[in-house]
């Protein structure tokens, strides 16, 4: 499972580059083969400055080694050695009418005694707008229950869920974005083989830009003031709240002495903090506002 996954990732990276270079047509990615000083490296393929996305990220990492004492205990695990394979992505879109786009797939094993103890997979995808565009939502809560249905009926509901609960910054009591899928620890039972779960993780990567571009295209040429991409702004700095409080793959990042020029390209180019800052009654930022602090069924 280790190779057929960081193989499959490996294509997977290449494929959604593409179209997002396509799309964009003008910034090209730079492309960064890294090692990691205690075991494993990655590929970082980076985007700035384009027609359509201020920054983004398509990154690959593979590493292994001996786990900290921090992240054992975060496992509730005694075993000490590791790999973890995965491909992140993230884009940032220049125009504020454009949603930002967060996805990820990971595979995690663990060993005693160079004997595999336990293996899993976790990911999922989620949806950060500036503005609301409930059709949009819509599309792509939509997107995911027809790929989640084909694999079990309950997944869309209980990966949803997560998702809801995950991507909330309970410091500022709202969510991140207007959620998607999360899901971590599906491991091998009587019911799921682990070939399953790879046929759909597998099945959720390859159609993951089929989710979130439709949004981009349908959106991107849209118009747009100075007050907007202020907004803009300041709603990505509860991205970053949220990124280096909370999220466990920054964390995990961070803890194993991750390449930090990897793990900090979630970040958005530009970010702002305003003071007590409360948008106007009835305004299109204070709808954005009410939507978060509430999770809400989009289908």
Request: hydrophobic fraction near 35%.
């Amino acid at each position: 499972m280790k190779k057929n996954f960081s193989t499959y990732i490996d294509k997977l990276q290449s494929i959604i580059s593409t179209q997002i270079k396509n799309l964009d047509n003008k910034a090209k990615f730079k492309i960064d083969n890294w090692k990691r000083k205690s075991g494993g490296g990655g590929l970082t393929m980076a985007i700035e400055n384009g027609n359509v996305f201020e920054k983004g990220g398509v990154n690959i990492s593979k590493v292994f080694g001996t786990l900290p004492k921090s992240m054992t205990k975060l496992l509730n695990t005694n075993s000490s050695d590791f790999f973890a394979c995965g491909i992140s992505l993230v884009l940032h879109p220049k125009n504020p009418m454009v949603p930002t786009f967060h996805a990820n797939l990971r595979y995690f094993e663990l060993y005693e005694n160079n004997k595999l103890k336990d293996s899993w997979f976790g990911g999922g995808l989620d949806l950060t707008p500036y503005y609301i565009f409930e059709d949009d939502i819509i599309f792509f809560h939509n997107n995911c229950k027809i790929i989640c249905d084909k694999f079990n009926s309950n997944y869309y509901q209980n990966f949803k869920k997560k998702c809801d609960a995950y991507f909330w910054n309970e410091h500022r009591n709202e969510a991140r974005g207007v959620g998607g899928l999360f899901f971590d620890y599906c491991r091998e039972t009587n019911e799921n083989t682990i070939e399953n779960w790879f046929s759909f993780i597998t099945e959720l990567g390859n159609n993951l830009m089929d989710i979130y571009l439709p949004i981009v295209t349908k959106r991107k040429d849209m118009n747009y003031n100075d007050q907007n991409i202020d907004w803009q702004q300041i709603r990505r700095g509860r991205y970053v709240e949220f990124n280096l409080i909370h999220d466990k793959g920054t964390l995990f990042g961070i803890k194993t002495k991750g390449r930090i020029e990897s793990i900090m390209i979630s970040m958005p180019p530009q970010a702002k903090w305003s003071y007590n800052l409360t948008p106007k009654k009835g305004s299109k930022e204070e709808k954005l506002i009410e939507i978060l602090r509430t999770p809400k069924d989009w289908i």
